[in-house]
């Protein structure tokens, strides 16, 4: 196995139900007011966002540590937005190094009876431990957006 056939294996996959609709969870994550609420895991909330969600628009989200203060800068650009089905969208870490290097997020949307299935792939990962690291941030940050949905869709 070469290493770009290594790399290409190692993408992030989540899959999670969301008891809310779908048009909810897209705007969750498509405006940046609900996103402020969610995004980061909870030792990191984002304390800055911008969401410009359409082609060629730019996302910019500041994650700061509830441990030590430390602000982590990420970003990218939408490559695809078909609300409410589909996004993609590139994401870096604005760091030196392994961190820094760029990949693709792409997220899709499913309807299943008043709630929604979201398929999120993160790809490509130089390491296994970058990859693995991701899953549990964006596992601590898919529970906050569960936590979110919840208050949101309660009269």
């Known amino acids: 196995?070469?290493?770009?056939?290594?790399?290409?294996?190692?993408?992030?996959?989540?899959?999670?139900?969301?008891?809310?609709?779908?048009?909810?969870?897209?705007?969750?994550?498509?405006?940046?007011?609900?996103?402020?609420?969610?995004?980061?895991?909870r030792d990191h909330p984002a304390r800055h966002i911008e969401v410009d969600a359409r082609v060629g628009?730019?996302?910019?989200?500041?994650?700061?540590?509830t441990e030590n203060g430390r602000d982590l800068w990420q970003g990218g650009?939408?490559?695809?937005?078909?609300?409410?089905?589909?996004?993609?969208?590139?994401?870096?870490?604005?760091?030196e190094g392994e961190r820094g290097d760029e990949n693709v997020v792409t997220l899709?949307?499913?309807?299943?009876?008043?709630k929604t299935l979201m398929t999120f792939r993160q790809a490509p990962f130089w390491s296994d431990d970058e990859r693995d690291g991701h899953q549990g941030g964006w596992g601590s940050a898919f529970d906050r957006l569960d936590d979110l949905l919840e208050k949101e869709k309660s009269p």
């Open 1 to 41: 196995m070469n290493a770009d056939s290594k790399t290409a294996d190692r993408a992030l996959v989540i899959q999670r139900v969301f008891d809310a609709p779908r048009d909810l969870v897209w705007k969750a994550w498509t405006e940046s007011a609900h996103a402020m609420n969610w995004w980061g895991p």
């Open 57 to 65: 628009g730019r996302w910019r989200i500041c994650l700061r540590s």
């Open 77 to 95: 650009v939408f490559r695809e937005v078909v609300a409410p089905e589909r996004l993609v969208f590139t994401f870096a870490w604005d760091e």
């Open 108 to 114: 899709t949307f499913t309807e299943q009876g008043g």
